[in-house]
């Protein structure tokens, strides 16, 4: 069984600390590579998925994101202002619930990039996604192959695509990707004010409804100056 998403979270709300000094007087997601805005490279992924919706939340110079997004129209933004308060990916995701409905949904963060392979990714992940045996299913990144990534990895993944959490002196070889698809159930009684997703990730991997799907392409860990730089090459690379 598979689903077809038509709405997404976006999280753009991150103070983007290890982006400085770009982000000195600028949010992480609108930082620019190869002449858009990473906000703008997911944006257009989910609208050629066919998401009509998207949230995006927004927390530190919120204004300028929302002024980025206001005419947008594929997929429509929805902004879930958190500017009053820190909630972190987890609570984040709470308060946006509301307005992401009851069926599952992507689940983006803003400044995450890759390079499709031969089939768009978020439609590998839709069509693997089953809720019966799944509450939320990670694109999971090859570690050797990714750019700008020097991480132990996050995950190992056995044959199914379950997900087993690298212990602390492990090294696995998959990373997440920071792209998903969640079922709203998994909130049902999520923590209230500010916590991390990724207790919600344990929680489901606890019980065993944690899966992954390994990235077809290239994955880019767009977290500082310099990855932006080898993100553009590689960026400009696949398309020319």
Do not use: C
């Amino acid at each position: 069984m598979s689903v077809k998403p038509t709405k997404a979270m976006v999280l753009a709300a991150g103070l983007g600390v290890r982006m400085r000094p770009l982000t000195d007087n600028m949010p992480k997601p609108l930082v620019r590579v190869a002449g858009a805005a990473l906000l703008d490279h997911v944006l257009d992924k989910l609208g050629d998925a066919g998401v009509s919706e998207a949230v995006v939340n927004v927390h530190y110079l919120p204004d300028q994101i929302i002024d980025h997004t206001r005419t947008r129209t594929r997929p429509r933004v929805i902004i879930s202002d958190e500017r009053d308060q820190v909630l972190g990916t987890g609570g984040g995701v709470v308060k946006a619930l509301p307005l992401l409905g009851d069926a599952p949904f992507f689940h983006v963060n803003a400044d995450t990039m890759w390079i499709d392979g031969v089939r768009p990714n978020l439609a590998r992940l839709a069509e693997t996604f089953d809720p019966a045996r799944m509450d939320i299913l990670l694109l999971m990144a090859p570690t050797a192959s990714s750019i700008g990534y020097g991480g132990r990895g996050d995950y190992a993944m056995l044959a199914d695509g379950a997900l087993r959490k690298r212990r602390e002196h492990q090294v696995v070889p998959f990373v997440y990707a920071g792209v998903a698809i969640l079922s709203p159930s998994l909130f049902a009684d999520a923590p209230t004010g500010e916590f991390s997703l990724t207790r919600m990730f344990d929680r489901a991997n606890e019980q065993e409804r944690l899966f992954g799907l390994r990235l077809d392409g290239v994955w880019m860990h767009v977290g500082t100056p310099d990855a932006v730089q080898a993100a553009e090459r590689a960026f400009l690379a696949s398309v020319a």
